[in-house]
C-alpha cells in the first residue's frame, strides 16, 4: 500500500525554524517528483514547493522562497522541509505528495502553529 | 498567478442527486486540470487528472470535463460517502494553484 507519512509538525516561535519529514513507503520514491503543499484555516490549499526525482531541482512559491528548503533523500525514500523564518500566516497542515504537476498521492498531513 | 474560482461554495443536495461543480480558471489552463477530495483527518484524494481522466479505483459516478479556462467536476448520483470539501487545481502554469474549495453536503 502506498503510503506517505508526514512528522515534524509542531509549535513554533516567530522567527523559528522547524523541520519536516515525510516517509513514504509502498512504490518506488526515487521514480516520483515530490511535493509541499499546506492548508491553511482560511485559505485553501496551497501548493509550495517541488524537487525533481534526483534532488536536483528544485521550485517554490513566492510566499516561502528564500525561507524554506525543499530536499529529498531517495535511499531513506525520505522528503524533507526546512522551515526558517516562521511567520504567523505559516501555521497551516502541511501534506507531502507525489507527483509532477497534479499530486497522485498525499500523505495525512502535519500541523505547523506560529505563535509566541 | 492563475486564480481558480470554485462555485458553488457550498453545495447541499439529496441523496442520488446529480451535482455539478464549476471551476474557472483567470488564464488558459489547457487541460491541466485535477480534482480533489477532502475530508477530515485523511489524506486527500486524487479524483481527476487532465480535466477528464479518472483516478484508478475512483468510483465512477465522478466525471470531469471542460478545458481552457472552465471546468465542472461532476457526481452524477451523490452518496451520502461524498461528504468532503472538493478542489481543482491548475498545473499549466507555474506557481500551480487551487480553487478556494466547494464543500458538499447531504440535504
Known amino acids: 500500500e502506498v503510503q506517505l507519512v508526514e512528522s515534524g509538525g509542531g509549535l513554533a516561535q516567530p522567527g523559528g525554524s522547524l523541520r519536516l519529514s515525510c516517509a513514504a513507503s509502498g512504490f518506488t520514491f526515487s521514480d516520483y517528483e515530490m511535493n509541499w503543499v499546506r492548508q491553511t484555516p482560511g485559505q485553501g490549499l496551497e501548493w509550495l514547493s517541488n524537487i525533481s526525482i534526483s534532488g536536483t531541482s528544485t521550485l517554490y512559491a513566492d510566499s516561502v522562497k528564500g525561507r524554506f528548503t525543499i530536499s529529498r533523500d531517495n535511499a531513506k525514500n525520505s522528503l524533507y522541509l526546512q522551515m526558517n523564518s516562521l511567520r504567523a500566516e505559516d501555521t497551516a497542515v502541511y501534506y507531502c505528495?507525489?507527483?509532477?504537476?497534479?499530486?497522485?498521492?498525499w500523505g495525512q498531513g502535519t500541523l505547523v502553529i506560529v505563535s509566541s | 498567478d492563475i486564480q481558480m474560482t470554485q462555485s458553488p461554495s457550498t453545495l447541499s443536495a439529496s441523496v442520488g442527486d446529480r451535482v455539478r461543480i464549476t471551476c474557472r480558471a483567470s488564464q488558459n489552463s489547457r487541460s491541466r486540470l485535477a480534482w480533489y477530495q477532502l475530508k477530515p483527518g485523511k489524506a486527500p484524494k486524487l479524483l481527476i487528472y487532465e480535466a477528464s481522466n479518472l483516478e484508478g479505483g475512483v468510483p465512477s459516478r465522478f466525471s470531469g470535463s471542460g478545458f481552457g479556462t472552465e471546468f465542472t467536476l461532476t457526481i452524477s448520483s451523490l452518496q451520502p460517502d461524498d461528504i468532503a470539501v472538493y478542489y481543482c487545481q491548475q498545473y499549466n502554469t507555474y506557481p500551480w494553484t487551487f480553487g478556494q474549495g466547494t464543500t458538499v453536503e447531504i440535504k
Open positions: 505528495a507525489s507527483g509532477d504537476g497534479y499530486f497522485l498521492k
